[in-house]
């Protein structure tokens, strides 16, 4: 009686196992058994490479030291190429801008012959005269404005040692002091950049009595 029992709860304490828990398992070992592989073929690799002979790995880094080369050659030969053909479209665009500098300054030369011509007449004018060079004269800094040029002349301005150079200084009762009296010389910027200066006289405010009595 007691034996009997005792199978029965023994038989009645066992868990069925599941499919997934089944298909889980299976799995797992089938991971395991790849990783064993994986291990394996690479314990076979190293092996393998630890057969080659000393004369065999030299002919390795012979071939790896001679691709290494060739791509520094070709690099530096690209490099190269880089540095003629940025120089040669440097030297184009030079001479494509004087180009067209030159293209419009053409008809002022063409004026300017014109004046000479003019002037050079038995019957010539002074106004006809000063009138054709003044509008040369126009015409040659509108040509060269174009191309980024502008004048620097700053009467009755605010002197500006960054644009201005003083080459003297002088009493006056009509520009406050600090102010520019008179321009000497024109100056010029192109596209912002300061070619030359401006020389000017710079006011030094109405005269005292002393330098009134001087003058």
């Known amino acids: 009686m ?10 009645d304490n066992e868990v069925p196992i599941s499919a997934a828990e089944a298909e889980a ?3 797992a070992s089938e991971e395991q058994a ?3 592989t994986a291990e394996n073929e690479a314990t076979e690799a190293k092996e393998e490479a630890k057969e080659l002979t000393l004369e065999e790995q030299l002919d390795v880094a012979r071939q790896e030291a001679a691709s290494a080369k060739e791509a520094h050659l070709r690099s530096v030969a690209d490099l190269e190429n880089f540095r003629r053909r940025t120089a040669r479209e440097k030297d184009d665009l030079r001479a494509f801008a004087a180009a067209n500098v030159v ?3 053409l008809p002022v030369l063409d004026n ?3 004046a000479l011509t003019a002037a050079k007449a038995d019957n010539a004018e002074l106004k006809s005269l000063t009138d054709g060079v003044e509008m040369v004269s126009t015409q040659f800094k509108s040509a060269l404005g ?5 004048e620097i002349n700053p009467v009755a301005e605010a002197f500006d040692p960054n644009v201005h150079e003083a080459m003297s200084q002088e009493a006056s009762d009509e520009v406050e002091e ?13 596209n912002g950049r300061l070619l030359r200066p401006a020389s000017v006289i710079v006011s030094g405010g109405p005269a005292t009595a002393d330098e009134a009595k001087k003058g």
């Open 112 to 114: 300017l012959g014109f």
């Open 178 to 190: 600090g102010k520019v009296v008179r321009v000497i010389r024109v100056g010029y910027k192109l």
């Open 34 to 36: 790849t990783t064993a």
């Open 25 to 27: 398992t299976a799995a």
């Open 2 to 11: 007691n034996d009997t029992a005792s199978k029965t709860d023994s038989t």
């Open 146 to 150: 174009n191309h980024g040029l502008k």
């Open 103 to 105: 293209e419009e300054l």
